[in-house]
């Protein structure tokens, strides 16, 4: 098992930053990937960006790349989504999740956290 639990959504203005937390506890993480996703109202759930507990390796969503970015701190067992520039367009609950590297399904969940950018 791996429980996750996200932080740091809020308010903030079209411009605006903010870094979500996903903190994790249970199992080694070595052997997990670690993504952050978002669903806005009505709309599917996306991928935004994911990275690779052992080795670090990142992947962003096409539209996200340069105003997003990904991190982890292998001490806190937490991983970081920085968001910057952001738009009204960028409002959704955002999920971090996790998964083994050999699988594509993503097997834990965080609760969401609300990320509401204002124009």
């Known amino acids: 098992q791996v429980q996750l639990v996200e932080s740091g959504g809020g308010l903030v203005q079209t411009g605006g930053s903010l870094r979500l937390s996903c903190a994790a506890s249970g199992r080694t993480l070595s052997s997990y990937v670690i993504g952050w996703f978002r669903q806005a109202p009505g709309k599917e759930r996306d991928l935004v960006a994911r990275i690779n507990w052992s080795g670090g390796n990142t992947y962003y969503a096409d539209s996200l790349k340069g105003r997003f970015t990904i991190s982890r701190d292998n001490a806190k067992n937490t991983v970081y989504l920085q968001m910057d520039s952001l738009k009204p367009e960028d409002t959704a609950v955002y999920y971090c999740?996790?998964?083994?590297?050999?699988?594509?399904?993503?097997?834990?969940w965080g609760q969401g956290t609300q990320v509401t950018v204002s124009s």
């Open positions: 999740a996790a998964r083994l590297r050999v699988t594509t399904k993503y097997d834990y």
